[in-house]
């Protein structure tokens, strides 16, 4: 039979327990290499501009080349999602949506490579056989040369009753309010629709890719500022529906066949890519800004479901403390929506910098120099953001901090949860799934730490 414990002792006893329960091995460790997930749940999205790497022509093995570095690196981070920009040019014009699915195959998996000949020896699961991204999309929209391309641990489906889960560009927006009209922009954005799994997530999740026009004269600026506008209506507009509850409230974008509804109370846009614009640095609002805030800073247009403010990523490199993503320059970036997920950590990677103790496995023993791996790879330097989604209303491990451990921190905000029905920051201290925070998750606590008490 199990104790029962009253909110004004069963403190004391957690404490106790606690200082002798297991905790959850650290997989995030850079100074001893260790680059991974602090927390299995959280979603690990990784934007890259690969700079031409990943096509048809290049020379697919192991060695000082821009295909080895960038298989390494992968390897090494895992995200869960990976977003890739500037894949597909091969020198004559962009590579076909089908060659470009034989690339990435050969990328992850190796084998017989029919375009240059001979076999490929550099490929992800050579280095982490265990890793997988089987969910792909190539978008169909180019520049003549480039493709965005998303991967994905979770596979795609529709969200939102348009019937389709996979967008290479967002449809036609008409002008309307701040939104100019147009697209998303010369080489389109991009959008997937994906399933997660129920029992760990309370919703799923939508993520955006782009590459936005390069260069600094003032056309090629303002053709940034459209797109980046029209992005912002379109997230604000149909996948949130303005605040109304009903997606394109103002029939303004061209969306056939129409959605039919907004995407879930926990269901968040995040989205990333080359935006070729130093937020910080350029003098203007530029794209990141019309991203995450639309065209009032603060609501009510915001991007945001809550239509607030969105954010995008303070990612540096975690030795130096550069966020330079194109040599000094922030280029790349990350947004998401802050009113139903959180960041437990974003970074950029880069070789350079990073001591050798301090470098993955992989890499440290891959490569003579590895030091300059990430120079080898790109003229770009990948953004990596571990987010936290809303989990599953599901009997809990105990971690209610979602932290990766559970210790004392998790009793204490366990205690400061108790009392009533599940509020703002207190969903991981429902352990039993009932919708309140009693006795009965104090119990469950006691016993994932150390087992059923008699």
């Known amino acids: 039979m199990l104790k029962t414990y009253t909110p004004t002792n069963v403190l004391v006893v957690i404490l106790v327990i606690c200082s002798s329960a297991a905790t959850v091995i650290a997989q995030w460790d850079p100074d001893n290499g260790l680059w991974g997930k602090s927390h299995p749940a959280d979603v690990r999205v990784m934007t890259w501009n690969v700079e031409d790497g990943i096509t048809t022509t290049e020379s697919k093995i192991l060695g000082l080349n821009n295909w080895h570095a960038l298989v390494l690196i992968v390897a090494s981070m895992q995200p869960d999602v990976l977003l890739l920009q500037e894949a597909a040019d091969s020198g004559g014009g962009a590579d076909s949506v089908s060659e470009m699915e034989t690339v990435i195959d050969l990328f992850w998996y190796g084998g017989t490579d029919p375009f240059e000949g001979g076999q490929v020896t550099s490929y992800v699961q050579l280095f982490a056989p265990e890793y997988d991204l089987p969910y792909v999309f190539i978008s169909t929209t180019t520049d003549g040369f480039n493709r965005n391309v998303i991967l994905s641990r979770f596979p795609f489906a529709d969200l939102n009753g348009d019937g389709r889960s996979l967008l290479s560009n967002i449809p036609l927006v008409f002008s309307d309010e701040y939104a100019p009209g147009g697209t998303g922009g010369i080489r389109g954005f991009m959008f997937a629709e994906l399933d997660l799994p129920d029992d760990d997530y309370a919703g799923d999740l939508v993520v955006g890719n782009c590459h936005l026009k390069a260069y600094g004269d003032s056309d090629s600026m303002q053709q940034r500022l459209e797109a980046s506008q029209n992005v912002a209506y379109y997230i604000d507009y149909l996948l949130n529906g303005a605040g109304t509850g009903q997606p394109d409230p103002h029939n303004k974008i061209r969306d056939i066949p129409a ?196």
Do not use: M
């Not at 966020?323 to 320059?329: E, K, L, M, Y």
């Open 259 to 454: 959605a039919t509804s907004i995407l879930g109370t926990h269901t968040p846009v995040v989205w990333g890519g080359d935006w070729n614009e130093d937020e910080l640095t350029n003098g203007r609002k530029g794209p990141a800004a019309w991203f995450t805030q639309a065209q009032i800073v603060g609501s009510p247009d915001g991007t945001d479901r809550d239509r607030g403010d969105c954010v995008y990523d303070e990612a540096v490199h975690y030795f130096t403390g550069s966020r330079g993503t194109r040599s000094s320059s922030k280029l790349d970036y990350i947004a998401w929506q802050d009113s139903i997920v959180s960041a437990r950590r974003t970074f950029v990677f880069n070789t350079s910098g990073t001591p050798l103790g301090g470098l993955p496995e992989i890499i440290a023993d891959g490569l003579p120099n590895p030091f300059i791996l990430s120079g080898i790879a790109s003229d770009h330097r990948p953004v990596i953001a571990d987010l936290i989604l809303p989990a599953a209303i599901l009997a809990g491990d105990g971690d209610v901090d979602v932290d990766g451990d559970i210790d004392l921190f998790d009793a204490a905000a366990l205690q400061a949860c108790f009392g009533g029905e599940v509020v703002e920051g207190c969903q991981f201290a429902d352990l039993t799934g009932d919708g309140h925070v009693e006795g009965d998750d104090f119990v469950a606590f006691y016993s994932n730490v150390t087992g059923p008490a008699e």
